[in-house]
């Protein structure tokens, strides 16, 4: 059988909140759905579009912004570079005219209420988030693909499961944690230099390290931007944002006027626990509440987690010292192999797991780098991994009025406290003495996520999301 191939890019992703598998997942699949078109000579003739949503994409899509992220895909729109401030105008226009311009080319009439059809009650197979796209011609043929948002923005069209990514020869393929620390021990190399290796595989190391800190300068705009920006979150939850506050209290008479200069002020402010504490949930807070809000986000390895990662690289950055290209890219391509090999041996889609599947994997991926970074040894990696996932089992997803803000936000705090704690216990043990193995953990997560009712994985139908009487305004 063929082995998945992940690259560093794969698990880390620019684009646009509040979710990965719920927003970019199926902002992509329309991308490709007109790419389609496009290859048969077909996009000039389109008269008419129809999109069924079918499972959990139907469930929360709404809350999710699905329906959003789709007709800017069909509209030709970019998750990466399209300015996130014209994503309401530009919805707002296709509603109310009735037009959509299928990439900026053809234009064709379009019913919200009609052509974007949610079917709540079914579901296709393979997994809880498909959408199929039907294109009706003026030739009187239609053509119509299935895609199926697998989590962390990966999309698979139907009938190409598994086999549309070109293989490369990886001088170190891994599938487990046993074979990745088989190759660290076995060159010496650590996680980061291992996955820095493979990388070689797609691109040139320049490249490669150019990207991870794009990725970076994406993660860090977007916390500092959440961490000035007040008001409400949309959705009709009437969720108050609450980086910026905590922000200005921990930031007292220090000033600043960029970046560089907050970390030094934030750096002033001292080193006791709960400073360091209240940093660090601020830090998720502003990366989440921003997700919240259609933003700019790095998908990490989902949106919904988007602010675990970014969290802890800032404790590093600010509290640790990590301030420098080498160390930043060393975090980030640790993180993303042990997101990897989550995503090879269980799931990293709340559809298919809860939400171990995005607060736990992120933060298992948070602790094993931070540990790279402040020294520890590949088994002390592997190790911190393994303990902040072992404390997230069974975590589900259950999102009030399928937003991505009540419980993900705050959870998000959790998920970056606990990555920390993780990576401590870690440095401090020895690993040769651990009784779970980062493999038997990612085994557990995968049973875990088949035995959890379907009611806590994405669909809003249990948990807090049935328990918190709401009242949301009609879309
Ligand atoms: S509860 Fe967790 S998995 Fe579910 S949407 Fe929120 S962050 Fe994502």
């Known amino acids: 059988m063929q082995r998945e191939q992940i690259s560093v890019f794969d698990i880390f992703k620019i684009g646009v909140g509040p979710s990965s598998s719920h927003t970019l997942g199926p902002w992509r699949a329309a991308q490709q759905f007109i790419a389609t078109l496009r290859e048969k000579d077909a996009l000039a003739e389109v008269d008419q579009i129809k999109i069924l949503l079918y499972g959990s994409l139907a469930k929360t899509g709404v809350g999710h912004g699905t329906d959003i992220a789709i007709l800017l895909g069909l509209y030709g729109a970019d998750p990466v570079t399209f300015d996130v401030n014209a994503i309401d105008a530009t919805i707002e226009e296709i509603k109310t005219y009735g037009q959509l311009s299928l990439n900026g080319e053809q234009n064709i009439s379009f019913n919200y209420s009609e052509d974007l059809v949610f079917l709540f009650l079914e579901s296709l197979p393979f997994h809880p988030n498909a959408v199929t796209f039907q294109a009706f011609l003026s030739t009187g043929k239609a053509i119509s693909e299935t895609y199926y948002s697998i989590g962390g923005g990966f999309v698979v069209k139907e009938g190409e499961q598994g086999s549309d990514k070109e293989q490369v020869d990886l001088p170190f393929p891994v599938e487990k944690a046993s074979e990745l620390l088989h190759w660290c021990l076995s060159t010496g190399l650590k996680v980061s230099e291992v996955v820095m290796e493979n990388e070689l595989a797609w691109r040139s190391e320049i490249e490669t390290r150019k990207g991870i800190m794009q990725h970076f300068y994406v993660m860090r705009d977007c916390t500092y931007r959440g961490c000035h920006t007040s008001g409400f979150l949309p959705g009709g939850l009437n969720v108050g944002r609450r980086a910026a506050a905590l922000n200005k209290r921990l930031i007292g008479n220090n000033t600043y006027t960029n970046y560089e200069s907050w970390i030094e002020a934030i750096r002033h402010g001292g080193n006791s626990f709960n400073y360091i504490l209240d940093w660090v949930s601020c830090f998720a807070l502003a990366v989440n509440e921003e997700n919240a809000s259609f933003g700019r986000v790095v998908t990490a390895p989902t949106n919904g987690a988007a602010g675990v990662i970014p969290a802890v690289l800032q404790y590093y950055v600010v509290f640790c010292d ?145 328990n918190i009487p709401i009242s949301l305004p009609e879309c």
């Open 322 to 466: 990590g301030f420098s290209d080498e160390k930043i890219t060393q975090f980030i391509a640790c993180a993303s192999e042990i997101g990897s090999i989550f995503k090879k041996g269980a799931t990293i889609s709340a559809a298919m797991g809860g939400c171990q599947a995005e607060i736990g994997v992120s933060s298992a991926m948070a602790a094993a780098a931070l540990t790279e970074c402040l020294g520890g040894s590949q088994r002390q990696v592997l190790m911190a991994a393994e303990i902040a996932m072992e404390h997230h089992l069974g975590l589900t997803c259950d999102p009030i009025g399928g937003l991505v803000q009540i419980p993900c936000i705050e959870r998000n705090t959790m998920g970056a406290i606990k990555a920390i704690t993780a990576s401590q216990l870690a440095l401090q043990s020895n690993p040769d003495k651990a009784k779970v193995s980062l493999d038997a953990v990612v085994n557990t997560m995968w049973e875990t996520a088949l035995d959890m009712n379907s009611k806590y994985k994405e669909t809003s139908d249990g948990g807090l999301a049935t």
